[in-house]
């Protein structure tokens, strides 16, 4: 199946930080994401939070890190606060 060149190009971002504690030997990972606004793509959000949190997952793997925070704007809505 071919994905939608829109949804994949949308200028949507995030970032994804690992903390550590090292002298507790405690991680926390903090992604924060913007999504994209497509009044006629409803299921982008969908799409770009299902790869947001597909990325999340790997690298909360990479680093052995069970403890994961995702905040950002989603988008929701045109005017959702």
């Known amino acids: 199946d ?14 994804c ?3 550590e504690d090292i002298s507790k ?6 992604s924060s994401v913007h999504s994209n606004w497509n009044e006629r793509k409803l299921n982008a959000q969908l799409w770009q939070s299902f790869i947001h949190s597909k990325k999340v997952h790997e690298f909360s793997k990479k680093h052995n890190c069970k403890d994961v925070i995702i905040c950002g704007d989603f988008n929701v809505v ?3 606060p």
């Open 2 to 15: 071919r994905i939608d060149e829109c949804i994949m190009l949308s200028h949507n971002v995030a970032l």
């Open 25 to 30: 030997g405690k991680k926390l990972i903090v």
């Open 17 to 19: 930080c690992l903390f």
């Open 78 to 80: 045109p005017n959702s």
